[in-house]
């Protein structure tokens, strides 16, 4: 059977450092820290009191009235907003394209927390009366999201969301990816959302000591490859991209970011929440998806690490690059744009492969920023884009995305020919 051909038509996000395209590539280049002071609830009590929340949002400047927003979790509502951009984008016109040759896969991580929290919380607060909202569940529920993405564009193709931590919208890709080379799907639109600054995510990943607490020093928290890194930094938002059938794109004139070239899935089989610490499946992962797409080692030129800027997570994933490409890991470039933008859970991989595009399209690197001290366990020799954003031009490049549980997802992306 001959495989199709896949490309990227169409990219759209909300998140911390970007509520659009044009403003997320922007403050990629420059290195703007997205770390604020949480303003979502009382954060007196909690060991960490910042993450990177969305700037300036609100749902009625995307088109979503109160009536609407009552129904519908956060993490669905950023869903919308970057999918509108996506489509626009893409100039896809949804009337005029077969809709049960169009999907919708995405992922996420926690879903719609915020919604169950409350919902519990007022059980409760009302002596145990159970008088839930009908719409509990359906905002709550992780696949509502590319389920009203599907019933407001009117696509009938595959539709469903994928869980796996925060390597979920890098599965959601890969899925979306091999749909489309089967032949099961002309266009899926496919990436992550999440809404996950809320106090269970926060104290939850406070109890699992996964959040840096570096109140004092807030903006720059999020410091991978750093000696004094403690953590990570919790982010939201979406990251949506609509991968189409290259023939398809062709013959109604799409512009072409780039095409997708393989995907690899792995796991650890290691620990609930620490990485293998010889990197051994993140090494596996990054192996598969370019043998998959039949990338060499030496053709790589970038890869947007997961680099959580947790102590033993760097370190994992750089052993991982270093055993895998040899003495080519100190000829590509490096970076975590978790350092910017926080990490955004289960939406993570969707917002990075974004940052993936821009340096294939634009020959831009993003840094890795808040870098200041070096640790003597990593190799500084490997070019980590340290503070600074690189030009350089990207023919392929990898995004990497591991969750809790040993989840690993890596997906390559390369110039299109």
Do not use: W
């Amino acid at each position: 059977m001959q495989l199709k051909r896949v490309v990227i038509t169409g990219i759209g996000t909300i998140n911390p450092i970007g509520n659009n395209i044009a403003e997320y590539f922007g403050n990629l280049d420059i290195g703007l820290s997205g770390a604020e002071l949480i303003t979502r609830f009382d954060t007196t009590l909690f060991k960490t009191k910042f993450a990177c929340e969305i700037k300036d949002y609100d749902p009625a400047k995307y088109g979503i009235d109160r009536k609407e927003e009552r129904k519908i979790d956060r993490f669905t509502q950023y869903a919308f907003i970057a999918t509108a951009e996506a489509i626009n984008d893409s100039a896809l016109d949804t009337q005029n394209i077969h809709p049960d040759r169009v999907g919708v896969i995405l992922g996420t991580g926690i879903g719609g927390i915020e919604t169950l929290f409350n919902e519990i919380v007022g059980y409760c607060e009302s002596g145990n009366i159970p008088r839930f909202s009908p719409f509990l569940i359906p905002k709550m529920i992780p696949d509502i999201a590319p389920g009203m993405i599907s019933m407001k564009y009117g696509f009938r193709g595959p539709n469903y969301t994928t869980v796996s931590a925060c390597a979920s919208s890098t599965h959601a890709m890969i899925d979306a990816f091999n749909t489309i080379r089967l032949g099961k799907a002309d266009v899926i639109v496919t990436g992550g959302s999440e809404a996950g600054i809320t106090i269970p995510s926060v104290g939850g990943f406070n109890s699992a000591q996964a959040l840096s607490t570096n109140n004092e020093n807030f903006k720059t928290a999020s410091r991978p490859f750093d000696r004094t890194r403690d953590g990570f930094v919790m982010g939201e938002g979406s990251g949506i991209l609509i991968f189409e059938e290259y023939e398809h794109a062709v013959a109604r004139g799409a512009k072409i970011y780039c095409e997708v070239a393989g995907g690899g899935m792995t796991a650890d089989a290691y620990h609930i929440t620490q990485p293998h610490p010889d990197g051994l499946g993140a090494a596996n992962v990054m192996k598969f998806a370019l043998e998959d797409g039949g990338i060499a080692l030496e053709e790589v030129d970038y890869i947007n690490v997961h680099g959580t800027a947790t102590p033993l997570g760097d370190i994992a994933e750089l052993k991982a690059i270093i055993s895998l490409f040899g003495e080519h890991a100190y000829k590509l470039n490096i970076s975590a744009t978790k350092s910017m933008t926080g990490h955004l859970l289960g939406a993570t991989g969707a917002v990075e492969a974004l940052a993936c595009v821009h340096a294939i399209c634009d020959g831009i690197i993003p840094p890795t920023i808040n870098f200041e001290h070096e640790d003597p366990e990593i190799d500084y020799k490997l070019n980590l884009t340290l503070n600074k954003a690189q030009k350089r031009e990207v023919n392929v490049a990898i995004n990497n995305t591991f969750g809790f549980g040993g989840h690993n997802s890596s997906v390559v992306f390369k110039k299109i020919r």
